[in-house]
């Protein structure tokens, strides 16, 4: 028989305030801010219905953000059109800030052949490099548009997408 034990709910909600602060998913593309959008967010979940790719989740608060494990965004603003709040910017912004990373476990940087983050990016912002026998990941950042469709296609989830804005808080708030 199974023993029940003492879950201290105290400490469970200070781990997960405490992840909060450290969340570098991206909500939707154009938004104003994090905070702008956390506070402004009415939760209808319009965006969840209109978006092309069905990569919008809604985090634990009920707040949207884009899950580019499912798949990329294609910028067809179809989200930031059927929200009733005012929470972006202009289209003219870029629509995140973010920055691409590869991990140490991707399979090229283990002298594994795989080159299927470049074959999905459109904006060409991943290329290989040849260092030794099998080539290595670069990415230009200036080219990335922070779709995220290099990060589905990865068979070893080795590639993400660090929201600038939500990194630099977190790391703000620990010093």
């Not at 289209?91 to 991707?106: A, D, E, V, Y």
């Not at 990016?121 to 469709?149: K, L």
Request: with cysteine; net charge neutral.
């Amino acid at each position: 028989m199974a023993t029940l034990r003492h879950v201290d709910l105290s400490k469970r909600r200070f781990l997960r305030a405490q992840s909060r602060t450290t969340i570098t998913h991206f909500r939707l593309p154009w938004t104003i801010g994090e905070e702008h959008f956390n506070h402004n967010c009415s939760k209808c979940r319009q965006c969840l219905e209109v978006c092309e790719t069905q990569i919008i989740e809604l985090d634990g608060d009920g707040l949207p953000f884009l899950n580019f494990s499912k798949g990329e965004c294609t910028f067809c603003a179809a989200c930031v059109e059927k929200c009733p709040e005012p929470l972006f910017q202009s289209r003219q912004q870029p629509p995140f800030s973010g920055q691409l990373n590869i991990k140490q476990t991707c399979l090229a940087k283990q002298h594994i052949f795989c080159q299927s983050c470049a074959d999905s990016c459109d904006q060409q912002a991943i290329s290989f490099v040849y260092r030794q026998a099998i080539p290595e990941p670069s990415v230009d950042q200036n080219a990335c548009n922070q779709c995220g469709a290099c990060i589905s296609v990865c068979p070893n989830q080795s590639t993400e997408l660090i929201n600038l804005e939500t990194a630099k808080k977190a790391q703000e708030s620990r010093l």
